[in-house]
């Protein structure tokens, strides 16, 4: 998936969250700076960035201004997808974090087979 336009990327995440019942919308102004797109289903919503999609390693200093900004706007739930993985470090920042999910790649090929066997 590294080798994947970052337009397929979005595709890819986007349709995961419409399959789940989420409407889609984009970023503007200054909340494109930490999220590509914004989620929000029955008066919840969030943030979710493929930002990270070709790195091999992501950690705090790469998610921690994301991180402050995603919750500045009370975001329910944030999500974080790259196609590496994410340091310990990130690991643990987002346990302190309860609306913040971050997703490796190894689990965004789990949710895109799972999501292609119920279609």
Do not use: C
């Not at 992501?58 to 994410?86: A, L």
């Amino acid at each position: 998936m590294k080798n994947f336009p970052e337009e397929k990327i979005a595709d890819l995440v986007t349709s995961l969250f419409q399959s789940k019942g989420y409407q889609i919308k984009n970023t503007s102004g200054e909340l494109q700076k930490i999220a590509d797109f914004q989620i929000e289903k029955e008066g919840s919503h969030g943030f979710v960035s493929i930002r990270h999609w070709r790195a091999d390693k992501v950690g705090v200093s790469q998610i921690s201004q994301e991180v402050i900004v995603m919750n500045q706007q009370n975001s329910h739930h944030s999500y974080i997808f790259t196609t590496g993985q994410f340091e310990k470090e990130a690991g643990e920042m987002a346990k302190y974090n309860r609306n913040l999910f971050l997703v490796d790649g190894r689990q965004l090929n789990v949710m895109i087979a799972n999501a292609k066997n119920s279609a």
